[in-house]
């Protein structure tokens, strides 16, 4: 059974940072892409970013460019996403998903599992 558990998050002032982690098991992590979506109250979930398993790595345009950066251990069975100089509009759920296979997909339909969500809180 896959299981995909996220921890790290919290509530921080803006300009802050928070390091999520996502942890998996039940599957073989190095055959599969992580990505990390979140989804703000009354919005819907949107890509964060993706890391393939020959860490081939995209980030969603504009919204966290130069901001976030996603990053993988292949040996530790665990996906992160760094958070710097957060704003109050990144405030969300942050969920991981996994998709077997290389190919960075950015749409939730492509995604096979899904972890059941942190939430990121950033004051103003």
Known sequence: QVQLVESGGGLVQAGGSLRLSCQASGLTFSSYTLGWFR??????????????????????????????TISRDNAKNTVYLQMNSLKPEDTAVYYCAARRGSYSARTESEYEHWGHGTQVTVSS
């Open 39 to 68: 989804q703000a109250p009354g919005k819907e979930r949107e890509f964060v970013a993706s890391c393939s398993w020959v860490s081939r790595c995209t980030q969603a345009e504009d919204s966290v460019k130069g901001r976030f």
